[in-house]
């Protein structure tokens, strides 16, 4: 299996601040890179597909980047509404496997 | 728009069964790939099972595999995962996911979430 490494697990930063979360997979994955929003005590929701494309609806503030083993989900001006936790995932190969999840916080 | 509803969901004693159920409208649900994906308590994502568009083709996580049976009925655009032998730590809250594209392979719309909890 793909295992998936994101960091930091925890950040807490002020609003409009730019925050950059990592993930880094096991093994080559190409684009297969997808990135989840989970608010807290909901389900996550689809942010980033294919590394880099945008789910319709997300705020131009959240953009993804990266090919290979490296990827990062970046929130340009963090807001209020974006505390929540961030979880990537792989789709390159069955069983998909996710990152632990980093919790971002509002100071 | 599309809405993911799944229900089924209680508080099991080890060993017991329970079949969860996804109803899903506001797309073509036989043209979509669907997965399970648990979360315990506090803990992260976990993917369980998929199913594909047509219910040819099942996968599933190794930690449920033989014990988790994944199916659909797409003449009632419902998702099933009957769970069997259940464990303790098979506590979580699961939620049906939508996958539009193969090719792609994210979690498209998920559902509110079933919780269940595995206790004597």
């Known amino acids: 299996d793909i295992q998936m490494t994101q960091s930091p697990s925890s950040l807490s930063a002020s609003v409009g601040d730019r925050v950059t979360i990592t993930c880094r997979a096991s093994q080559s994955i190409s684009i297969y890179l997808n990135w989840y929003q989970q608010k807290p005590g909901k389900a996550p929701n689809l942010l980033i597909y294919g590394a880099s494309s945008s789910q319709g609806g997300v705020p131009s503030r959240f953009s993804g980047s990266g090919s290979g083993t490296d990827f990062t989900l970046t929130i340009s001006s963090l807001q209020p509404e974006d505390l929540a936790t961030y979880y990537c995932?792989?789709?390159?190969?069955?069983?998909?496997?996710f990152g632990q999840g980093t919790k971002v916080e509002i100071k | 728009q599309v809405h993911l509803v799944e229900s089924g969901g209680g508080v099991v004693q080890p060993g017991r069964s329970l079949r969860l159920s996804c109803v899903a409208s506001g797309f073509t649900f036989s043209s979509y790939g669907m997965h399970w994906v648990r979360q315990a308590p506090g803990k992260g994502l976990e993917w369980v099972a998929l199913?594909?568009?047509?219910?040819?083709?099942?996968y599933y996580a190794d930690s449920v595999k033989g014990r988790f049976t994944i199916s659909r009925d797409n003449s009632k655009s419902t998702l099933y995962l009957q769970v069997s032998s259940l464990r303790a730590e098979d506590t979580a809250a699961y939620y049906c996911a939508s996958e539009e594209s193969a090719m792609v392979g994210s979690f498209d719309y998920w559902g509110q979430g079933a919780l269940v909890t595995v206790s004597s």
């Open positions: 995932q792989q789709s390159y190969s069955t069983p998909p496997t």
């Open positions: 199913i594909s568009n047509d219910g040819s083709n099942k």
